[in-house]
């Protein structure tokens, strides 16, 4: 499994940020990095949901690892509990960065497509240019 | 009054019910200094913990925590979902079946420390820790339900009304948070009162 490509989860309060996001990753980087979004509340309003961003580091699980890009205080706080409920064996393959979500998800991706571990798609995408 | 399952199941849904009854209240405070969702939030968890209502009171005192943190976690959405969840499933981790005094101290006090490290806070941020932390404080000196538990609570939640936010959506208002309470102080004081409320009302 050494080709596993880091995987990218975006989480928005928004869901079409979310999503936009995620299509301008697919347009500038394309298909080969596992990509998952998420945004909304339980009830669909505005916010993020630690069942829906664990849905989403499922998706785009690889044994690379998952990068985690989000906008706001709540997104990260529920992204950090999403990522304590995974299993000992992934939760240290899972980064949140510390970086503005769009610009951020698109330089991570673009690092991950190139086959980057973990560790240098994180610190890229937080000083937002390519290593 | 927490040893058996009927008096279990009627403390959660006076809880539960509380937060739906001041869902309106929360919100009002939230949209005076954070996003706005917060009464919605809290009542949208409120009703998943009443859902479940059953299968708690089966459940001991921490297992049935546990599974409110975590119902809170999964549906409350927003920051505060998180931070109540890991303040509930703390507890549950670190209470005995039958806890006595000292153990419900050290679980508060434990429950506390994990909502700081969750937070990334500390009290005197104008946050829900502004309540918590004195109502340890006030248990430590007198620990049991009191109406003395119910009005240092009040009086912390009130004491955010000057604060300045330094976490959570909040403090991207920096001064213009000054003058309001913080809904996250509002919504533990009113658990906290509601909780003792009915364990002293039980105790007579």
Redesign the interface.
Request: charged fraction near 25%; proline fraction near 6%; glycine fraction near 24%.
């Given at each position: 499994m050494s080709e596993d490509k880091v995987g990218i989860v975006i989480v928005s309060h928004s869901p079409e940020v979310a999503r936009g996001t995620a299509d301008m990753v697919r347009q500038m980087v394309g298909d080969e990095v596992p990509l998952a979004w998420c945004g909304g509340?339980?009830?669909g309003?505005?916010?993020?949901?630690?069942?829906t961003i664990l849905g989403a580091i499922d998706q785009a699980w690889t044994n690379a690892g998952v990068a985690i890009l989000v906008d706001?205080?709540?997104a990260e706080?529920?992204s950090?509990?999403a990522v304590e409920m995974q299993p000992d064996e992934r939760r240290g393959r899972i980064a949140i960065c510390n970086a503005p979500i769009v610009e951020g998800a698109v330089i991570a991706a673009t690092e991950a497509s190139g086959g980057a571990p973990l560790e240098v798609v994180r610190r890229t995408a937080e000083e937002l240019s390519p290593a | 009054m927490l040893e058996d399952g009927e008096s279990r199941r009627r403390l959660i849904e006076t809880v539960a019910q509380a937060v739906i009854d001041h869902a309106e209240e929360l919100t009002a405070l939230d949209q005076a200094i954070g996003d706005g969702d917060h009464g919605v939030n809290m009542k949208r968890g409120a009703e998943a913990v009443l859902a479940d209502l059953d299968s708690l009171a089966e459940k001991s005192l921490p297992e049935a925590l546990k599974s409110i943190g975590m119902a809170l976690v999964m549906k409350v959405g927003g920051a505060s979902g998180p931070l109540y969840g890991t303040f509930f499933m703390t507890l549950g981790k670190s209470l005995p079946e039958t806890p006595a005094t000292a153990d419900t101290l050290a679980a508060f006090e434990e429950a506390l420390e994990a909502v700081m490290a969750r937070g990334k806070s500390h009290p005197g941020q104008k946050t829900m820790l502004d309540v918590l932390a004195p109502a340890l404080e006030t248990l430590k000196a007198e620990p049991k339900a009191s109406p003395g538990l119910c009005a240092a609570v009040a009086e912390a939640a009130k004491a955010t009304i000057p604060m300045r936010a330094e976490r959570g959506r909040a403090s991207f208002l920096g001064e213009r948070s000054i003058g309001h309470m913080d809904p996250g102080a509002r919504s533990s004081a009113l658990m906290i009162d509601t909780v003792s409320k009915a364990l002293e009302a039980s105790a007579k």
């Open positions: 509340d339980p009830d309003g505005l916010g993020t949901s630690v069942e706001l205080g709540g706080t529920n950090e509990m | -």
